[in-house]
């Protein structure tokens, strides 16, 4: 065992530099870093560079330390139970902040409590901020992080810098992010830069119990986004969605208003790929609320024959229409998987479990007695008596007490893109992949059929702006209840959301722009017993397959009241007993209710920023529905 000694050769204020070379950082960042040292005061700063020396040295720190352990029996792979406190996105905790407060959200009708986005005032959030940023990271190291969201160079990439006192924070980011010193290159020119601030807010000494060494401070968590200035500033957690900021922080509420301001889309979907036996590929995105499925069909296994999946993406992507072809282009900014651990397994989805069997971080999952991971889901591949040690640190055996619970619900695996089995050979392409269909979806327990498609791109915006799903452990929710979320971008838009909308909608205005068509799916439905209708997961390339079929303009769809649904045996369904007449019911009752309330809900939330034509789209699924 070495202990090493570094030599301190600079200081900002009175603060030392540990590691990096301060001076030769661009100059932009030298002037932020400075202010936020002296703001923070930290113990020291570390400028990290991406290498594995200096991941191996803060994952030896957290190992000694007792947030990590390894797994044994995986290579380079630990588990981390953090404050049973701090496990999901705080939703209510996470605001905009912009001089115009309707820059930030729509106007919403009087008295009715806007839930697409919280914005707070410049001058409020720096009261809030002034309670806890000053000192906040005292007696702990600094880490400045420099990293690129997108292929390191590209146009299409975006540059971030993630100061943060927490290691766990680094070590992820730098899996789902591209961590180098390299970046400090493309900064050179003057080029922005997103500003990423986060802390635990747990400076030294403490004034409270750490509790399973995981610093967080709950009761004044705070995420705030200045899209004006490209800012993040996130205290008090360090669950993945609230303290990874290149991910949803930047990656969708900062880059959606880059984004709208330039004429690109950032949106909450994953990328895939399917080759049919013919050998012919399609690209399509999809995006799905939180815990709704997004990594498991970005990596399905296909029960048909002859198909072929490939990942590009499983969460993120940034789109844009090509001003040559016209196609619509998209990239996964990111280059990590934070999936949902539990119901992940060999059966559901392979390929995320081989994804994660090295160099993968494990939050809030069980570990079982000889150092691997166990979680809910997992029964059928685990030896019953196997002893497992719960995220909350009790121990039982496998089959002996079904009431107890290894993992958290909302429990991650974080593990690098690379090494999914099926990752695209282009997934970091920086031209990225043309998109033949876009997907929504949700959970809905009830009246939604498999698969919808749009009847044109106005209706498929419709579509995506009703999108409803049930609440999951993603974030604070409590009991399962159908919510809005439109477009699955309720908790990460970082502008008015009717100007969102608007802004979907305008790409239509130029006529060079190949729009993809847009389809919803529902793998959720439920028979009278509270059993899914449909068998999900694997099976779901039968509907995507149809969907590409589709986009090739076969004549497999009919009209119904809610959209294009598909013929009778235009799905192939062989091999699967499944009723097929419950599953695609459109039931008259159920949509009538359902648009009554979508009008309400929007207009409600949307008031006059609600664009006239998904007024109209409300007007003509009216009037289809009267007709059943
Ligand atoms: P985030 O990472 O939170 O954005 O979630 P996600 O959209 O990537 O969801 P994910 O694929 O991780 O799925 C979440 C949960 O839904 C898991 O527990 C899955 O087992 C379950 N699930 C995914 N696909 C299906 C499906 O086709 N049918 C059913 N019944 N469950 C599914
Ligand atoms: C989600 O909640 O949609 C996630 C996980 O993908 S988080 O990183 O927490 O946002
Ligand atoms: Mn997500």
């Keep these: 065992f070495v202990e090493v000694h570094y030599i301190t050769i600079q200081q900002v204020g009175n603060v030392p530099i540990t590691k990096g070379d301060f001076q030769s950082l661009p100059h932009q960042v030298q002037t932020w870093l400075a202010q936020m040292i002296q703001l923070c005061a930290p113990r020291a700063v570390y400028i990290c560079d991406g290498s594995e020396e200096e991941a191996e040295m803060v994952t030896n720190k957290l190992v000694e330390r007792g947030t990590l352990t390894k797994l044994t029996k995986y290579e380079n792979s630990y588990i981390c139970w953090t404050d049973p406190r701090d496990v999901a996105r705080v939703e209510s905790k996470t605001f905009i902040v912009t001089n115009n407060k309707y820059a930030s959200i729509p106007h919403s009708r009087e008295g009715v409590k806007c839930v697409l986005g919280q914005w707070m005032s410049p001058s409020d959030m720096k009261q809030e901020l002034d309670d806890r940023l000053p000192g906040c990271m005292a007696g702990r190291m600094l880490y400045v992080i420099p990293f690129s969201m997108g292929p390191i160079g590209s146009p299409l990439s975006k540059i971030g ?40 807010g747990v400076p030294r000494p403490h004034t409270q119990k750490i509790i399973n060494n995981w610093p967080c401070n709950p009761e004044k968590i ?26 949803k922080c930047f990656a969708l509420r900062i880059a959606g208003r880059i984004a709208y301001d330039e004429g690109w889309l950032a949106e909450h979907m994953l990328i895939m790929s399917i080759t049919n036996p013919k050998g012919e590929e399609k690209f399509i995105a999809a995006a799905f609320p939180s815990a709704c499925g997004k990594t498991n069909l ?18 993120i992507a940034w789109m844009r229409f090509d001003k040559q072809t016209g196609e619509l282009r998209a990239i ?9 651990a539990p119901g992940t397994n060999m059966k559901t989805n392979p390929n995320a479990i081989l994804t994660c069997l090295k160099n993968s971080i494990f939050t809030n999952v069980g570990e079982t007695a ?47 893109a690379r090494q999914c089995p099926i990752i695209h050979d282009r997934w970091e392409d920086p031209a990225g992949v043309p998109i033949s269909a876009i997907i929504f979806g949700g959970r809905r327990p009830e009246g939604v059929p498999l698969v919808i498609e749009s009847f044109d791109w106005k209706h498929g915006i419709f579509l995506a702006s009703q999108l409803k799903s049930e609440t999951t452990a993603a974030a604070e929710h409590t009991g399962k209840q159908i919510m809005h979320d439109p477009f699955a971008m309720r908790p990460f838009v970082g502008y008015n959301f009717g100007h969102y909308i608007q802004h979907w909608l305008d790409f239509e ?23 899914f209708l449909w068998p999900g997961f694997g099976d779901n390339i039968r509907v995507l397959d ?28 062989q091999g699967l007993i499944v009723d097929w007449d419950k599953l695609m019911s459109v039931p ?15 207009d409600g939330q949307l008031g006059d920023d609600l664009p006239h034509d998904i007024r109209i789209q409300i007007e003509q699924q009216k009037q289809r529905i009267s007709q059943i």
């Design 161 to 200: 810098v993630q100061i943060t006192d927490s290691n766990y924070v680094l070590l992820s980011m730098r899996i789902m992010t591209r961590v180098s010193s390299e970046i400090w290159k493309h900064l050179r020119h003057n080029e922005e830069f997103v500003k990423c601030l986060h802390s635990t």
């Design 546 to 573: 149809w969907i590409v079929r589709r986009t090739n303009g076969e004549d497999i769809a009919e009209i119904s009241s809610v959209g294009l649904i598909p013929k009778k045996d235009s799905i192939n369904l």
């Design 332 to 340: 996964n900014p990111e280059t990590g998987f934070f999936g949902v």
């Design 588 to 602: 008259k009752d159920y949509w009538k209710d359902d648009i009554e309330e979508t009008l309400s809900w929007l």
């Design 370 to 416: 000889d150092g691997g991971f166990y979680w809910e889901g997992l029964e059928n591949e685990t030896p019953p008596g196997t002893e497992i040690i719960s995220w909350t640190g009790e121990r039982y055996k496998l089959g002996e007490d079904k009431t107890k619970k290894s993992s958290h619900p909302n429990a991650r695996f974080c593990c690098p």
């Design 509 to 531: 205005k130029d006529p060079k722009n190949k729009l993809p068509k847009i389809f919803h799916v529902n793998w959720f439905r439920l028979d009278e017993n509270k059993k």
């Design 298 to 315: 970005a990596m399905l296994t296909p029960t048909m024959p002859g198909y072929t999946v490939r990942c590009i993406g499983d969460d």
């Design 222 to 247: 705070l995420i705030c986004h200045f899209p004006d200035i490209r800012k993040v500033i996130s205290y008090g957690s360090g669950y993945g969605g609230n303290s990874l900021l290149g991910k």
